[in-house]
């Protein structure tokens, strides 16, 4: 046996510096092919996927569930340092100093001069700090075009808002929000599909506003919302199988009575 592996066996070493020793391992010599063989952009998926769950057990409230996926979650990181430390490029240690200084320099309200900010100023303060230390070139920066559409909506709003550009409060969304469905009825009626889209993306753009001024996730509420139309329609599509076998069989308004008491 080993010298690190008698190292990793052992139970008195904490258990960050055994997830950081395992890891170092199966990417050596006397490892693992598969862990050996892989690479940032072949992990990519994993990472990902690891986060979605993560997010899920979140959302669903699963805490034995979360316990394990914060710890998929990890393996990740550490997977990636260690590919990063055989590189040269750095080690796990400079990404932790890293997020630790970062850390301190955004919240000079308990590190330097104590104040008491409320969550919201908190966030905005967070904002201001990272484009006035150089840290972020541009207000929006940071902000990857790979996120999904509907949080990305959520962040740059809440990105401007930290600078001040923002509505004051929801009635004023609410304006904006009707002011955009009567472009788009216009649009309709012009029948003009490029200035549609273009409408419908200002919509949906508004209307993540209008959550994040009342303190809604968007992208949650959606997934509640298309969960609970998945429910009912499931529902309704079984008793449309049970009483005449398929949708044919049945008027728009025949459908709409039995969702409505689906529902």
């Not at 063989?37 to 996927?49: D, G, N, R």
């Not at 955009?180 to 490029?194: Q, R, Y």
Request: proline residues 4%.
């Amino acid at each position: 046996m080993s010298d690190a592996i008698k190292q990793i066996l052992d139970n008195n070493l904490p258990p960050f510096q055994r997830l950081v020793a395992i890891m170092a391992l199966l990417r050596s010599e006397e490892g693992c092919a598969w862990d050996r063989k892989q690479t940032h952009q072949s992990l990519l998926p994993y990472l990902i996927e690891e986060a979605y769950e993560t997010a899920e057990a979140i959302e669903t409230g699963d805490m034995p569930h979360l316990k394990e996926e914060l710890g998929d979650l990890l393996i990740q990181i550490v997977f990636h340092a260690q590919i990063a430390a055989e590189a040269g490029e750095f080690v796990l240690d400079d990404s932790i100093n890293a997020v630790n200084e970062k850390l301190i320099r955004r919240h000079p309200h308990v590190f330097e001069k104590r104040a008491d900010l409320a969550p919201q100023e908190v966030r905005d303060q967070w904002e201001r700090i990272k484009v006035e230390s150089g840290e972020k070139k541009s207000v929006l920066g940071g902000l990857p075009r790979s996120m999904p559409a509907l949080l990305m909506a959520f962040r740059i709003g809440e990105k401007a808002g930290g600078v001040g550009f923002d509505w004051k409060k929801p009635a004023d969304v609410i304006a904006k929000l009707n002011e955009e469905i009567g472009e788009i009825e216009a649009e309709i009626a012009a029948d003009s599909k490029e200035a549609l889209a273009d409408e419908i993306g200002d919509l949906l753009f508004a209307t993540a506003s209008l959550a994040r001024k009342v303190g809604v996730d968007p992208e949650l509420a959606l997934k509640r919302a298309l969960d609970k139309f998945r429910s009912r329609f499931e529902r309704l599509e079984k008793t449309v199988k049970s009483e005449k076998g398929g949708f044919g069989a049945y008027s728009l308004e025949q459908l709409e009575e039995i969702w409505q008491k689906v529902k």
